[in-house]
């Protein structure tokens, strides 16, 4: 398989995109960007088509999830694409709107024939086996709008995905507790870093921290690993002691919602 997580927009996200392109291997490749809702990422959109523009990527499709469509149309959409790109935003209505249009089997049928699979924030939780990530900590979590019980994600990889991440002692804490009811590594990812999987081995690109049963170590950037040999590490690492400071809840800003564009924007020229 070869997927790319990405924790957020940055301007130091250069490193992964360029893996991206690396991964595609060929020259006039397709992507086929969905976004977690058609309300409210043309900008995302856009941010993805000017970004791999530069490398010389030409054709980009966006595909709406909250369209109807049939999924044979899906599926030769799909099937025409050499990269994929799932967007950021609410991580629990996009599981539900991939499980609704059952787009998590045309997903896996398309990383399995050696399509490029890239996430970023609510996009990399979903290819991971939960998306539990989304629903901590209390102050800094996505809302669970749509009533989502079930938080099983595509399983794609072993490990759980945090991105936006910071090592301040509140984030630390809560995924140092996290990390010892759960049997996967846990990533804390800073924006402008991410993981990159390619058959198998994990590369760790910008500021990414590991937490393995209560234990936490920062990972060395670009250090490419197996998940076995990162086990391995967490066991020999000192487990860390953090004091929590005290917080104060953020209430979510207001959410903007442009223009919806049609369900699917041709291949652009």
Known sequence: MKLVLYSGYDKDNTALDREVIRLIGKKNPRIVFIPSTSHAHDFEFDYVRETFGEYGVKKMALFNIDHPYSLPDAELIFNSADMIYLSGGNTFYFMKSIYRNHLDRLLLKFVLRGGVLVGLSAGAIVMTPSIATASYPKFDRDENTVGLRNFEALGLVDFEFFPHFSPDPEYSVELLKQSKLIKHPLYGVGD?????????????????W???????????????????????????SVKKTVKASSQQKTKPGPISKPKQSKHLKKWSR
């Open 192 to 208: 402008g870093g991410g993981i990159v999987v390619e058959n198998g081995r994990l590369s760790f690109f910008g500021n990414v």
């Open 210 to 236: 590991a937490h393995i049963n209560g234990y936490g170590f920062k990972v060395n950037s670009a250090e490419s690993l197996v998940l076995s040999k990162i086990k391995k590490k967490a066991k020999t």
